[in-house]
């Protein structure tokens, strides 16, 4: 039963003519007043307690999203050389947060999601950052620039002193000098992958082994049949 239908039922001592005696109507009008006003503060702390939940809960989920964005961050900036002092929060950054998350839920669900836009700008720039980065290309395109040149150092030579000297014995020692050279022009690769770029998610380095060998070997075979008929024909 509401305030306002207890208005009809409550007792009322009457009068003899059928009227309430004054002092207790005027009694009861307040008690309804005041239970009223009541009822009415009760309402709104009910409201505004739950408003206050639903803060605390959303305020907690947006907590969860910016520490996912920022670890993975941090992990990068510090692959990029920012030092580690750099990413730590120094105590007037911190006096300052602390005095903006004194509003309660309602304010600090506000500082977060403003911080989840910081944190969006920070990934993008990352994204922008990274593409012109080697080391955040595909593993494949990536290593090529590691096994290419070095394939096409002893293939270059053996070219040049073929022109250069025509079919001599100095281009059939080249040749020769030149057989065992892919196996060495894969193995400085696959060093020389491991110290340029770094390991993967799985902390192992992607150094495509299959890749690598074809692009050594390539550029070797096809010099050395291409001087072998040169000094047939010769």
Not at 50 to 59: I, S
Not at 141 to 168: D, K
Request: overall charge positive; charged content about 15%; glycine content about 10%.
């Amino acid at each position: 039963m509401s305030i306002d239908d207890a208005v009809t039922v409550a007792p009322v001592r009457q009068r003899a003519g059928g009227e309430p005696t004054p002092s207790v109507a005027a009694a009861w009008t307040d008690y309804l007043a005041a239970a009223r006003q009541l009822d009415g503060v009760r309402r709104g702390a009910a409201t505004a307690a739950a408003a206050q939940a639903r803060a605390v809960e959303a305020a907690r989920a947006e907590l969860t999203e910016v520490r996912a964005r920022l670890t993975p961050q941090q992990a990068r900036l510090r692959e990029l050389g920012v030092p580690a002092i750099s990413l730590t929060p120094t105590p007037p950054e911190l006096a300052e947060a602390t005095r903006a998350m004194a509003g309660g839920p309602a304010a600090v669900l506000a500082g977060l999601r403003k911080a989840q836009g910081w944190a969006e700008g920070a990934d993008a720039a990352l994204a922008a950052h990274g593409s012109l980065r080697p080391a955040a290309w595909p593993p494949r395109l990536r290593n090529l620039l590691v096994y290419g040149p070095l394939a096409l150092v002893v293939p270059l030579v053996q070219l040049l002193l073929l022109v250069t000297l025509g079919t001599g014995p100095v281009v059939v020692a080249a040749l020769l000098v030149g057989l065992p050279m892919p196996a060495a022009a894969f193995a400085a690769g696959w060093v020389g992958v491991g110290r340029l770029f770094p390991p993967g998610p799985d902390g192992r380095w992607d150094r495509t082994p299959r890749l690598g060998l074809l692009t050594c070997l390539i550029p070797a075979v096809v010099t050395a049949a291409g001087i072998t008929l040169a000094l047939l024909a010769g």
